[in-house]
């Protein structure tokens, strides 16, 4: 099978997660850690970004965890996944809740290019490491922004810790996600992405790091960045 196309995807990673879509939004499915994570992640965004004043873009939005959420929190979203299957299930699952959010099949490069300066905030969580080129995202998220605007991202380190915990321990002895997720040579020092939100004119502000707690099942903000970690970078007036 094909695993790479002419776009900024690999379709064996579509695929992977386009098969989990049936159960994302289960708090006990495959995705259990990212139901954690979410109220982490919008809280974090929501403490430099007023929500309910923005027009946000989430790039790689999956089944809309955080889309939604940032949407019932009074933004305006839009939402990108190139996997249609998570997309589906997005829309149902807004119909559900009552969140207003305009889901699309759509590379946020094409957006970009067609609406450069349009949103308040871009979200990119959990994505950079699944595509062939993370600095041609994040270009195409700071093309998105306004002036003053700011890009969040979460990702996960490339550090020996990482790869016993996010690769061994939940995918191999915990299964908290799928065998295949996630691939070490993808994970991304963020001395790597400090120089990509650079080379995208962006400022970095804020690394912090994303604790997530299996046996609590729990998450939180901490120092502590070489697994999970996230970080808040602006675009200069």
């Known amino acids: 099978m094909t695993t790479q196309t002419a776009g900024n995807f690999r379709q064996s990673e579509l695929d992977r997660f386009g098969a989990l879509a049936a159960r994302w939004w289960d708090p006990d499915g495959p995705q259990k850690p990212l139901h954690a994570l979410n109220p982490v992640r919008l809280q974090y965004v929501a403490d430099r970004v007023p929500l309910a004043q923005s027009n946000v873009l989430d790039v790689g939005c999956g089944a809309g965890l955080l889309s939604e959420a940032m949407a019932l929190a009074g933004a305006q979203v839009t939402a990108l996944d190139l996997a249609p299957e998570l997309v589906k299930v997005a829309r149902l699952h807004a119909m559900e809740s009552g969140a207003t959010v305009d889901y699309r099949v759509q590379p946020v490069e094409e957006v970009a290019a067609a609406a450069p300066g349009e949103f308040d905030a ?38 020996p810790a990482a790869f016993a915990l996010a690769i061994v321990g939940a ?42 707690m299996p046996l609590l099942n729990s998450a939180r903000l901490g120092r502590r960045t070489d697994v999970n970690y996230i970080v808040s970078a602006r675009k200069p007036a």
């Open 122 to 159: 871009v979200t990119c969580m959990e994505m950079i490491e699944h595509v062939p080129d993370p600095l041609a995202v994040i270009r195409a998220c700071a093309q998105a922004l306004k002036p003053g605007g700011r890009l969040f991202v979460s990702t996960i380190n490339r550090t």
């Open 171 to 212: 995918e191999y002895v915990a299964r908290l996600l799928p065998k295949g997720t996630h691939q070490y040579r993808d994970f991304v020092r963020p001395s790597e992405l400090a120089g990509w939100l650079r080379a995208a004119g962006l400022e970095l502000e804020d690394v912090s790091g994303l604790m997530y």
